[in-house]
Each structure stands twice: as structure tokens, then as C-alpha cells.
């Protein structure tokens, strides 16, 4: 089975779409990866709904991406003693260390560490911004606001401090322990939110050592400061636009959006728009004509893929809000716009062989018209570099590494095929060959481009390049 598109698609799994015969439909209608939400997963949920995904893998007989998205820290206000209270504008309102419930002049925060990083001038937006205070005084125990922008304020909403840095780590003692039996259940992805500085990813690479691809969902101000070294600190990033956009005026995130698209393109790393995507599909559908440009518009900025959350999690229509996420995308792709507008973002490669092949490759691929880019890799650093290409020919990636060939579905491009490591070279170019016809990208007398590494089985170690024909049998020749 193979995509007709390069964008992947990565769907949120939930009520809506947990029985395997969904999940199922959801491959077959488009999703590519599936997301764990972990905030709202148990171990044992968890478990079985990864035994799922990796029986409907062997069903299609295509490897599928598995990502945990990690809850993180939930900053969140106290109780009130007699139910909501309604905040008027320009009172004072103060939070504090005091534990008992609060009215319409104080609230409990438990979270000490917010306390101190507090400054005159700060803000906090409470229950997704609907609350707006802005800090008067503040020390170790209260702080003293003036509501700004007011309204009912109830127990336990949400704060977001989008003026200061919180001394927390990203990682709490929940997705301590959610990451490990995400490890334990072999997921491909890992998602660590609220990501303020590069620190924050060191804690979950010293866990994951490599066994699955780290994930930074970028959704605080304090990440868009530090954003080169963050990328350069992750397997990928997530464009979380949702937290993103109560943090900052919403305004400015589709500017965000297209810079840090861009950053990543740039240093060769997958990045997912993710939020909100076709919302109204919870309860229609059809989307509306803004959301379906939403989608185009990532598309056309060459995300590697575009995310469904509630959408496909507890939606009434999962499988259709896939299928139209499937339909825009490859109509983007087929407008004559998107090959000049992708083609215009390409950056020069890096001064590395690898780096020169992968470049190398694209460009005679699309001189000669060729049917296909087939990459050989072990560790996946090859197939990234193909896809960093955006080349206009069909990109197979052949790995005998299940875990990598799984990982790289999240990548623009990308089709992934695990298959055991070449012999030799003239084993190496059949094989290219004879894949290339069996998943219907290559016809008899057609040619394709192969790129690997010698000596075989060496990661990381790109530095051949071959054209072969595709013969009348599938077989290949030089």
C-alpha cells in the first residue's frame, strides 16, 4: 500500500478510536503515525492499544509510528471555598501560599515555583487565557494582581505564565513514569510538552539512549527564544499551537509557525503543525473552507506531517476528518505552485559526504526524471537526509531495522520498507529494483537511483551512488 502524497499524517488516538478495526480504517483511510495521548492513557491502556497498532501493522503489511505524548507539568490554580467566583476588571486578585479555599479577592497556587519566578509586570492567564491578571507585587508566598481581562474563574483551572521562566523540569514524576512504560511498549516517538530551555530534553534523552525519537512540542514563549538549540537537542519538533496561541496574541502564530517550519527544514528534522487542525470535525463532517486552508497551508510550507486531535481522538467522525485531512494534501501537492514554492526553501546540504550523496541523488533524480530516490539505512540518517531534499521523485527506504523504518513514517517522503541488508552491490541494486516494482513506484524500463553505504551494514556511512534500470521481472541492472 502505498501513499499518493509526501505529507504524512498523524492521528490522535481516544474514545473514538480505539477498537482495532478503527484503527484500522484510520490507517487505510490516511494516518501514517498514531498518537498516545498520555494524559489520558493508564499503562495497561497503553499497552493495549499499542498490541492494536501492531496488529493492524501486520495486517497492512507497512510498518506504522507509534508516539507517546507525555503530559507534563498541569499548573493549575486551588479551590474556591464557595464555588466560581467572578473576577471584575481592574481588581486586585492575589495568589498565595495559603492552602485554604479561596473567593473573589485570593485563590490558592500550589505551585511554589511559579511564586518565585513572579516578577511586577508578569503576567498570568488563567483557564486558557480567558482570565487575564497582571502582577502588582510579588515574593516567595503571593503574589498580588490587577485583573486585566476578567470573567468566572472556577476550581482548579489552568495558569500559564507566558513572562516568566518556571526553575521546573518539563519532565514530572507522571511522565517519569509514562515514559518508561512507553519505552516498555516500544513506541517509536516520545512527546515532551512544555519545553522552556534545551535542558529540558537532556532528562528524556538520558532515559530514551536512543530507543525511541525525542519529540520537543514547542507551546511556550521561552522555547521560541532558545528554538536553534532546542532543535538541535531533538529528533523532531511539534508545532503546539494551541498553548502556543494562549501564551502569545494569536497573531503571531502562523508567523511562528512558518519560522519554526522553516528552522527545522533547515537543520533537516521532522516538524508536525499540530491543533486544531479541522476542529469542527469533532461534531460535522465537513470542515470549514478556513480549516481545509489551514491544512493546505502547511502543506505548502513542507511540514512533515499535520496532526488530528480530538478530531480523530473523540470525534463523531474520525475516519472522514483522516480522509478529508488525506484529500487536501494531495491536492496541494498536485498544484502547480507547491513543487516551486518547496523547491524555493531548499538549503544548501552540509559538507559531509552523506550530506553531498543525498543532494547529489535528488538532483539527478529530477534532471533524468527518474522513477525513484532508494535509500539503504540502518540508523535512519540517510532517510532523513532524502527527505530534507524534498525531491520530486517517489523516496523508498529500504531498512532491516524495523524500529527505524517504523521511526521514519513520521518523515515527508518517506516510504518505508523493511528489507535485509544488501550483500553486495549487485544484490543491493536488484533488490532496489525489485522493491520498487513490487510497491508499484518503478515500471519496466524505467530507471531509479540507489544510494547506500560501503561497506554494507556500516551506519552512517552514505557514499555510493547508482542509476539502475528496473528490468521486465523487476530485476535491476546497472
Known amino acids: 500500500m502505498r501513499r499518493n502524497r509526501r505529507v504524512k499524517i498523524l492521528a490522535t488516538l481516544g474514545p473514538s478510536s480505539s477498537e482495532q478495526d478503527i484503527i484500522e480504517q484510520l490507517y487505510r483511510s490516511g494516518a501514517d503515525v498514531f498518537r498516545i495521548n498520555m494524559s489520558h492513557t493508564d499503562h495497561d491502556r497503553l499497552k493495549m492499544l499499542v498490541d492494536r497498532i501492531r496488529s493492524v501493522e501486520e495486517s497492512v503489511g507497512r510498518p506504522i509510528g507509534i508516539l507517546a505524548d507525555l503530559q507534563g507539568p498541569k499548573l493549575r490554580v486551588g479551590t474556591f471555598a464557595d464555588g466560581p467566583v467572578m473576577l471584575e476588571n481592574g481588581a486586585k486578585f492575589t495568589l498565595d501560599a495559603d492552602t485554604s479555599g479561596g473567593d473573589v479577592n485570593r485563590v490558592h497556587l500550589p505551585h511554589p515555583e511559579i511564586l518565585q519566578a513572579l516578577e511586577p509586570g508578569h503576567r498570568l492567564l488563567l483557564d486558557d487565557g480567558k482570565v487575564q491578571l497582571k502582577v502588582l507585587e510579588a515574593s516567595a508566598t503571593k503574589a498580588v494582581t490587577e485583573v486585566i481581562v476578567g470573567g468566572k474563574l472556577s476550581d482548579r483551572k489552568g495558569v500559564s505564565v507566558p513572562d ?38 537532556a532528562e528524556v534523552r538520558k532515559i530514551t539512549r536512543g ?17 536553534d538549540e532546542i532543535i538541535e537537542l531533538s529528533d523532531a519538533i511539534m508545532v503546539a499551537r494551541g498553548d502556543l496561541g494562549v501564551e502569545l496574541p494569536l497573531e503571531q502564530v502562523p508567523g511562528l509557525q512558518k519560522r519554526i517550519t522553516r528552522a527545522c527544514r533547515r537543520a533537516g528534522k521532522p516538524v508536525v503543525v499540530a491543533t486544531q487542525m479541522l476542529e469542527s470535525m469533532i461534531t460535522s463532517p465537513v470542515p470549514t473552507r478556513a480549516e481545509v486552508s489551514d491544512v ?47 523547491h524555493a526553501q531548499r538549503t544548501e546540504p552540509e559538507a559531509t559526504g552523506a550530506d553531498a550523496i543525498s543532494a547529489a541523488a535528488r538532483q539527478i533524480a529530477e534532471t533524468l526524471n ?98 539502475a534500470f528496473v528490468g521486465n521481472d523487476g530485476q535491476g541492472g546497472i
Open 370 to 467: 527518474l522513477a525513484a530516490v532508494v535509500c539503504y539505512t540502518t540508523s535512519g540518517a540517510t532517510g532523513l537526509r532524502a527527505s530534507r531534499e524534498r525531491p520530486s521523485s517517489a523516496v523508498i527506504v529500504l531498512s532491516p531495522v524495523l524500529a527505524t523504518a517504523r521511526r521514519l513514517s513520521l518523515c515527508w517522503g518517506l516510504h518505508c520498507v523493511v528489507s535485509e541488508d544488501a550483500a553486495n552491490e549487485e544484490d543491493m541494486i536488484d533488490r532496489a529494483c525489485r522493491i520498487s516494482y513490487k510497491e508499484e513506484f518503478a515500471k519496466p524500463g524505467q530507471r531509479i537511483i540507489v544510494t547506500a553505504g560501503v561497506p554494507f551494514g556500516t551506519p552512517g556511512s552514505t557514499n555510493l551512488l547508482r542509476i
Open 164 to 201: 516568566s521562566e518556571i526553575a521546573t523540569s518539563a519532565m514530572t514524576e507522571k511522565d517519569h513514569k509514562d515514559l518508561i512504560a512507553a519505552l516498555d511498549q516500544n513506541v517509536d516517538w516520545v512527546a515532551l510538552s512544555f519545553v522552556q530551555r534545551p535542558d529540558d530534553l
Open 296 to 342: 493546505a497551508t502547511a502543506v505548502f510550507e513542507g511540514a512533515d506531517a499535520v496532526m488530528l486531535s480530538a478530531e480523530s481522538a473523540a470525534g463523531d467522525f474520525p475516519i472522514e476528518a483522516v480522509s478529508t485531512m488525506d484529500k487536501i494534501a494531495q491536492q496541494v501537492e498536485q498544484d502547480a505552485n507547491y513543487r516551486n514554492i518547496i
Open 211 to 227: 530507543r525511541a525519537g525525542v519529540l520537543a512540542k514547542i507551546e511556550k514563549p521561552q522555547a521560541i527564544g532558545r528554538l
